[in-house]
């Protein structure tokens, strides 16, 4: 079977975004794993204002949860 990936040139859409807004990173699920794998390995904390899925992580975690997201074949962008 062919992949479409690399037949046509495109990547392949990413499970978790990482949007930099300067003092925090907002992290996002973007596909049902992205969203299930930030559930299971990013705690919510008291304040999480994007629901489910989705995480206001600082700069001193971001680089240790993209690495353990990318490491677990998600695809980070």
């Not at 978790?16 to 003092?23: F, L």
């Not at 600082?58 to 240790?64: A, G, K, L, Q, V």
């Not at 690495?67 to 998600?74: M, R, T, Y």
Request: charged content about 25%.
């Amino acid at each position: 079977m062919l992949d479409a990936f690399k037949t046509n040139g495109s990547s392949p859409p990413a499970d978790i975004t990482v949007q930099n807004e300067g003092s925090i990173f907002i992290l996002r699920g973007r596909t049902d794993i992205g969203k299930d794998w930030i559930e299971e390995n990013c705690s919510e904390g008291d304040y999480n204002p994007f629901g489910e899925g989705a995480r206001l992580v600082e700069h001193r975690y971001i680089r240790n949860i993209v690495e353990g997201a990318a490491g677990d074949g998600l695809v980070v962008r």
